[in-house]
């Protein structure tokens, strides 16, 4: 009888990815970026356990979003208070704090839980200009679909 493979956390083995986020669409980045934190890429891959791998991505501000949506797109929060909605739209946030619009994207497309979490708060590394703090870690150059 073959058993179902389930890798040890001790044997996973992060690499580094740098994603350069000009011109690409931001649900092709997302959904890039997240397959790559769960490490759906890997033939290793077991969804219990944290066998992703670390992203930066560089040119957040330069991201392209398709249709209407830099005018019409808005997120949501909540105060707490009846009444007290809040909504920011997407232009405004891409313009004061870019790295949140891909945050944002890439936690919608994760699963809703706790190694969600982890994922992107440990290993997702998002900066608005083209430079980054990670050289020594020789991150691999990986090209997303400009679509």
Same mark, same amino acid.
């Given at each position: 009888?073959?058993? @179902?493979?389930? &890798?040890?956390?001790?044997?996973?083995?992060? =690499?580094?990815?740098?994603?350069? +986020?000009?011109?690409?669409?931001?649900?092709?980045?997302?959904?890039?970026? +997240?397959?790559?934190?769960?490490?759906? /890429?890997?033939? @290793?891959? @077991?969804?219990?356990?944290?066998?992703?791998?670390?992203?930066?991505?560089?040119?957040?501000?330069?991201?392209?979003? @398709?249709?209407?949506?830099?005018?019409?797109? =808005?997120?949501?929060?909540?105060?707490?208070?009846?009444?007290?909605?809040?909504?920011?739209?997407?232009?405004?946030?891409?313009?004061? =704090?870019?790295?949140?619009?891909?945050?944002? +994207?890439?936690?919608?497309?994760?699963?809703?839980?706790?190694?969600? =979490?982890?994922?992107?708060?440990?290993?997702?590394?998002?900066?608005?200009?083209?430079? /980054?703090?990670?050289? +020594?870690?020789?991150?691999?150059? &990986?090209?997303?679909?400009?679509g």
């Amino acid at each position: 009888m073959q058993r @179902t493979f389930s &890798l040890p956390a001790e044997k996973a083995s992060p =690499r580094w990815y740098l994603v350069d +986020a000009e011109g690409v669409v931001l649900g092709r980045l997302a959904s890039g970026v +997240a397959q790559l934190l769960r490490g759906k /890429h890997k033939p @290793t891959f @077991t969804p219990h356990v944290d066998d992703g791998d670390y992203v930066i991505v560089i040119n957040a501000r330069k991201v392209r979003l @398709t249709g209407r949506k830099l005018e019409q797109k =808005r997120y949501f929060r909540h105060t707490g208070y009846m009444g007290h909605e809040k909504f920011t739209p997407v232009a405004r946030l891409l313009a004061t =704090r870019p790295e949140r619009v891909i945050e944002r +994207a890439v936690f919608g497309m994760l699963p809703k839980n706790t190694l969600a =979490r982890q994922h992107l708060r440990k290993k997702l590394k998002v900066y608005p200009g083209p430079e /980054h703090p990670h050289a +020594a870690q020789r991150p691999v150059q &990986l090209r997303l679909r400009r679509g």
